[in-house]
């Protein structure tokens, strides 16, 4: 059995010659009443046949879309990890003694909102540390260290808020590729009585995780190290690896020693002669996104894919003298780092 995709046009014809062959006398010249019957039924049964085919693309995880995959993937206990919000550490200032009740509020200058997690009283020295929350979930909260400066509202001892570190750990809702990666891991790559593809499957499930490496007796029998990357593939907060170790401590085999790391940054450093535009952050925007999409599966930083970034950058018509890291050839990546652009020097010549 097979379906055939039709047309609006092709059952109008149909229609119009099983009218025919049941009434041989009936005309479907255009104007007609039976042309005009025949027109409005074949386009309803046109759409018929385009909810026909969507349907068939939303049975299967390779087509589907949205809450169909969502759908499909929890058939198999896969289920879509959700949008979480920035935490972070605020630093408040006041009067000795002055309460900080839960969910004070405090924001950043463009208004992103952070609420405190817990109750607190402001110290001796008329300073405090209090967890906060970003009252939006995705990447917008993790902002800067010492932007988290505003009171909204007037709170009575509180004269004065930042955060001295970043906020972190604010991720978007998966993706349908994150989501249909998972779900072929979990169907093509069987995970059974804690197996390497049992600790990615566990570690890929915690929200926030985009990739992850299983090293199996990496430090002698029983040992196990899951590496990690956040959903952004950069090197994971230690709330985030704290929570994968969490959670794979209460699945993991008895007997097991596991060790969760995320790779360190490692800064690549670029120096070339080029003709064009010296637009650093260009350059710099390009490499990333190259390292963001191949640096944590890569155990090395090939010398010409960074000259062949730099050519596709837009800004650069050829280049010579190319540096990367103090040499001329490709560097190696351990398993506990992660590539970053670091320092970038354009010279430009023109001859």
């Known amino acids: 059995m097979s379906f055939e995709q039709q047309s609006v046009s092709d059952v109008l014809a149909r229609l119009k010659t099983d009218l025919t062959i049941t009434d041989n006398t009936a005309t479907t010249v255009e104007g007609s009443f039976n042309a005009d019957m025949l027109t409005a039924n074949s386009i309803e049964f046109g759409q018929a046949y385009n909810e ?3 349907m068939i693309e939303a049975a299967f995880a390779d087509t589907a879309w949205n809450d169909y995959l969502t759908m499909k ?13 920035a935490v972070v550490t605020l630093k408040i200032t006041g009067t000795a003694g002055a309460p900080i009740i839960k969910n004070s509020l405090f924001s950043t200058p463009e208004d992103l909102k952070f609420y ?25 909260g993790n902002v800067a260290a010492g932007t988290i400066t505003k009171i909204p509202y007037s709170i009575p001892g509180v004269t004065a808020v930042t955060n001295e570190v970043g906020a972190v750990d604010g991720y978007t809702e998966e993706t349908d590729a994150q989501l249909l990666a998972r779900y072929l891991l ?27 490496k299983v090293y199996s007796v990496w430090n002698g029998n029983g040992t196990v190290k899951v590496i990690i990357v956040d959903s952004n593939n950069a090197t994971a907060s230690s709330t985030l690896v704290q929570a994968v170790a969490d959670y794979i401590e209460t699945v993991r085999p008895i ?15 670029i120096c070339v002669d080029i003709k064009g535009v010296a637009d650093i952050d260009t350059v710099k925007a390009a490499v990333n996104a190259y390292f963001s999409a191949y ?12 000259g062949k970034i730099l050519l596709d950058s837009g800004i650069i018509s050829d280049y010579k003298n190319l540096i990367v890291c103090g040499g001329t050839s490709n560097v190696p990546l351990t398993i506990d780092q992660i590539p970053i652009c670091g320092t970038v020097t354009l010279n430009v010549y023109s001859s």
């Open 52 to 54: 026909m085919n969507l």
């Open 73 to 85: 993937a929890t058939e198999m206990g896969v289920d879509r990890k959700q949008a979480t919000a």
């Open 116 to 140: 405190t997690t817990v109750a607190a009283v402001l110290g001796s020295d008329g300073t405090i540390t209090v967890k906060a929350q970003c009252g939006d979930t995705g990447t917008a």
């Open 186 to 212: 979990k169907v093509r790559a069987p995970a059974t009585s804690g197996n390497a593809n049992h600790y990615q499957e566990w570690a890929l499930s915690v929200a926030g995780v985009g990739q992850a």
């Open 255 to 269: 007997g097991a020693t596991v060790t969760v790391t995320s790779p360190a940054p490692y800064p690549i450093d």
């Open 295 to 306: 640096g944590f599966t890569s155990t090395y930083i090939s010398y010409a894919q960074i």
